[in-house]
């Protein structure tokens, strides 16, 4: 992650952060160098505050990276939980992810022959609650319960949490856009927001077939590759079996980053009680695969 981008923009977007010098008082703050990559290095492995804590102060390959000095202490796990929190209720999280991209698409690392959409389910750590609870007062004020997450259905299977979508560029699997939604949003609903309009062809699964999809396609000159979908009394043909094994081996790129958040960033499991802190953890994951991914494009073509 080091030499893949330059830090000190994505520096400058976290320094807006910096009160230090006004009149709020306090202990001044950690510099935003070692706490932004310090965040990149939490999501990159799917550690906890206390396990973060814990590594910068036992490896030195983390000291390293994120510039703390020999014999200085890390910060606490709580210095890293309000820096997160005050990203998220700043959206900075955004312009942090836009910037990582910016500069991964002057290296020329996107290559835009296609996009692919998908989505997938982020469960929340808490049950399903009932609309006349999650709308009580003492709910809404219990900080261990989780009132944004909603119910849906996936594969014929119930999950409550929410979903976390995905525009994917085909030949580099480098994430172009995300979106991060209630569990009960269709996945169609984001086609628009998640398509590269510069790739100029769609891939998505059945889940996604609709006319006006196809219409909107067809508007833009784009390449429609969303699978067939069948209906009651309408199968598939054959030619429509062949049509979707052929797009589907396309497709399949997309699972790539869902399984490495999955099982190395640990982001597919909603950590936090509300929606803009976990989409503030998606958005970190999505960043750390894409420069992982750009590393390995990088190692390829130096």
């Known amino acids: 992650m080091e030499t893949v981008i330059d830090w ?15 009149n709020k008082g306090g202990r001044p703050r950690h510099h935003p160098m070692m706490m932004v990559k310090s965040l990149f290095l939490q999501h990159f492995y799917g550690l906890s505050d206390p396990q ?19 014999g200085h202490k890390a910060p606490d796990f709580t210095s890293f939980w309000k820096f997160k929190d005050e990203l998220a209720k700043a959206g900075l999280s955004d312009r942090l992810f836009e910037e990582v991209n910016r500069q991964l698409d002057e290296q020329e690392l ?7 959409i998908d989505a997938t389910m982020v469960e929340s750590t808490n049950r399903t609650i009932k609309k006349e609870n999650r709308e009580s007062e003492s709910f809404q004020n219990n900080p ?10 996936k594969k014929n299977r ?12 085909v030949e580099s699997k480098l994430i172009n856009k995300r979106i991060f939604s209630p569990a009960n949003d269709h996945d169609s609903l984001y ?3 998640l398509a590269d309009l510069q790739a100029r062809a769609l891939f998505e699964d ?23 979908k069948a209906h009651r009394n309408h199968p598939l043909s054959s030619s429509q079996k062949k049509r979707n094994r052929k797009l589907g081996r396309i497709r399949a790129a997309v699972e790539h980053p869902f399984a490495w958040m999955k099982t190395q960033s640990k982001a597919l499991r909603a950590r936090a009680r509300s929606q803009l802190k ?12 894409n420069l992982k991914q750009a590393n390995l494009l990088l190692a390829k073509d130096p």
């Open 8 to 22: 000190k923009p994505l520096v400058r977007i976290a320094s807006e952060l910096n009160q230090s010098g006004s």
């Open 52 to 70: 973060l804590e814990e590594q910068l102060n036992d490896r030195l390959s983390f000291q390293h990276f994120v510039g703390l000095s020999l």
């Open 110 to 116: 996107f290559v835009r022959k296609g996009c692919i």
């Open 144 to 153: 261990q319960r989780d009132t944004d997450a909603r119910s849906g259905k």
């Open 158 to 169: 119930y999950y409550f949490g929410y979903k976390g979508h995905i525009g994917v560029d």
């Open 191 to 193: 086609t628009k927001d």
């Open 206 to 228: 059945k889940a996604y077939a609709d006319d006006r999809i196809k219409i909107m396609a067809r508007e833009f000159g784009w390449f429609y590759g969303i699978l067939d």
């Open 278 to 289: 976990n989409a503030l953890i998606f958005d970190f994951s999505c960043m750390c695969w």
